[in-house]
């Protein structure tokens, strides 16, 4: 059972909601997502799906453009080096596609999981040489490619990386300070550096290739365009010629699916760049999305970021994992309606052999862990030698779920051993395993997620150390259920919930609103459904009003007693049944 806490960010909500013309409910949810300034505020609310951030402001993205400007003209070979997960194939895609149209000779290589690992290495660096590539650009890795990038650098490559992720640092003596280390690229785009100006730092690769590719686009079609960095008017799509207004459309589209199954917090730019792609997805150029919704029975005209993080992204990750990314990537490029229908049937099939993989290595992880010494860690370390690593995420975020600890899931590799992990909140997972780096070989990540890599022989000492390091207090593992207002049933109405769910789309960062109401006496409790797990509540205020509610995935052990006060947690919805539409309130947690 988690903890019910209530925000308690302070504001004049109803000069928000005056100035807004929202209810001060919703003016309250807002503040809590973290909007501060009338800037934020308007951001929020008005702020239609063109409101991005002038890429210029991004370190390095004027030079990185200046170069592959120059590199296109001259015919230079140049290689996108992405990533094989979701973010990595539809940001390879944006600048493949991007590349191309602006006449460059390019081409991808992605890294395959078992043989290359993460990111960029020696192995694809010598290949590309050997190919006669002149320039690298990374996309979703790089920023921890040190000794990779200088090696490249010495053969004489020009290279240009992209990335999001955390850069990585040394502790100076005084175990406080930072020495943050930046790969030698001739240029490094990642919000993240100390010294990048650019106002949003929780962007994904896929958003970081698109700022590149509009600017890229702006250089091409007017050679002595000054990209300023002062210049608010960044809307360089109205200047450009139809083709790329209408190929950086498909982009965009590219770049909201990858921000919704990277799960980066959906606030400022990225919940615009989220908005564009589910309102414009029906429309969109590429067949292998269209193809891919087709075959998972997806209705693109009623797109949200459910049908992203939970049908459409898992079968483009499903490529990365059990076989080769280059099969989702190669989807959002093809010109062949006949292909495009053929390679979304096989990543369909290779997400339900992953769904089956999935539940096995969930199964074992749970028996080691009730049946060992591992129950009274407090950073779960997880050793599967058997699991297909591809899976490694997947199980420990389903550990972590059962067990709110932050949990790492090690398995066997080639060269020794690889590992994913996730987080809970309040553990920095990326700066934990950077205070223990010399006992790996590999890592990186966020605060939430990260990857590793080190010898087998290490790994119990790695879960002994993980675990000494930690200092969090014991509350940190309990579940906190944040509430964003406590809200009489009573208050509910169909103005308010349109109101809400006009705050979507909703994700990490930019979570569905949570309500709570309390002192609710149970009228009436039943279970049902076809498969009996669905809870169905009549509920009385102390007004005497009457509400219906509903909680999914339950069981008859969890029906309240009849004439008992209980208090609540929901969300409003509306239920449309023969032609009527009713107020009902989906309960998912009562005590």
């Known amino acids: 059972m988690s903890k019910w806490m209530v925000y308690g960010k302070k504001a004049d909500f109803k000069a928000i909601g005056d100035r807004f013309g929202v209810d001060q409910v919703v003016a309250r949810i807002a503040r809590n997502r973290g909007n501060e300034t009338e800037q934020d505020f308007d951001m929020y609310f008005n702020k239609t799906t063109d409101s991005i951030h002038n890429p210029a402001l991004l370190k390095d993205s004027v030079k990185a453009v200046d170069i592959l400007a120059k590199k296109i003209k001259d015919g230079r070979k140049i290689r996108i080096v992405g990533d094989y997960d979701i973010d990595g194939v539809c940001s390879t895609t944006i600048l493949l596609k991007g590349l191309k149209a ?22 694809i660096i010598d290949e590309a040489i050997d190919a006669g590539i002149d320039t690298i650009l990374t996309c979703d890795n790089g920023i921890s490619a040190m000794e990779q990038v200088a090696y490249g650098k010495d053969k004489g490559l020009t290279i240009i990386v992209t990335d999001h992720h955390s850069i990585p640092f040394e502790l100076m003596d005084d175990g406080v300070t930072k020495h943050f280390l930046i790969p030698p690229a ?18 994904c690769g896929a958003g970081v290739a698109y700022q590149l590719i509009r600017m890229l686009f702006m250089r091409i079609e007017y050679p002595d365009f000054e990209f ?10 109205n200047r450009l010629s139809d083709g ?12 909201a699916i990858a921000t919704v199954g990277d799960i980066v917090d959906l606030l400022d730019e990225n919940r615009q760049i989220v908005k564009y792609g589910l309102s414009t997805m029906a429309d969109t150029d590429n067949l292998g999305i269209r193809a891919l919704a087709e075959v998972c029975q997806v209705d693109l005209s009623k797109l949200s970021s459910y049908h992203i993080g939970f049908i459409i992204g898992p079968c483009l990750n499903a490529s990365g994992r059990l076989d080769t990314a280059r099969k989702a990537v190669d989807l959002l490029n093809t010109q062949s309606g006949d292909e495009a229908v053929r390679l979304s049937q096989e990543l369909k099939a290779l997400n339900d052999e992953r769904k089956d993989i999935t539940e096995k290595g969930f199964d074992e992880a749970v028996n080691l862990i009730e049946n060992s010494s591992l129950l009274n860690d407090k950073v779960l370390v997880v050793y599967l030698p058997d699991c297909h690593e591809s899976i490694a995420g997947l199980i420990a975020s ?5 067990y709110y600890r932050p949990t790492f899931v090690i398995t066997d590799s080639s060269d020794g051993a690889k590992g994913s992990g996730r987080s809970i909140e309040g553990y920095n997972m990326a700066e934990e395993l950077n205070r223990v780096r010399h006992l790996l070989t590999k890592f990186g990540g966020h605060p939430m997620a990260a990857g590793l890599s080190l010898e087998k022989d290490r790994i119990d000492e790695f ?18 259920r944040w509430i964003d207002v406590p809200m009489p049933l009573g208050y509910v109405n169909f103005n308010l919930i349109q109101q809400i769910n006009s705050l979507e789309p909703f994700g990490k960062g930019n979570e569905k609103p949570v309500f709570a109401d309390r ?3 149970v009228k009436n409790a039943r279970i049902v459904g076809k498969n009996n797990n669905v809870l169905q509540l009549t509920l009385e205020d102390g007004q005497g009003n009457i509400f219906k509610g509903i909680k999914f995935n339950s069981s008859i052990d969890e029906i309240p007693v009849t004439g008992q006060k209980i208090g609540i947690v929901y969300y409003p919805d509306i239920n449309e049944f023969n032609g009527t539409r009713s107020i009902q309130f989906v309960i998912s947690e009562w005590k």
């Open 519 to 521: 002192d609710l006496l």
């Open 244 to 255: 790329k207004k209408r190929l950086l459309d498909e982009l965009r589209q590219l770049a």
């Open 398 to 402: 389903r550990v972590k779920e059962r």
């Open 102 to 123: 602006a006449g460059a000779q390019a081409d991808y290589r992605v890294p395959e999981r078992v043989a290359d690992g993460y990111g960029i290495n020696i192995n």
């Open 463 to 480: 879960r002994k150390t993980i675990n000494d390091n930690m200092n969090l207090p014991d509350e940190t593992f309990i579940p906190v």
């Open 228 to 237: 300023s960095k002062d210049d608010t008017d960044c809307n360089f799509h």
């Open 186 to 203: 001739d240029a490094v785009v990642d919000a993240n550096q100390e010294d990048c100006q650019y106002p949003f730092k929780y962007m």
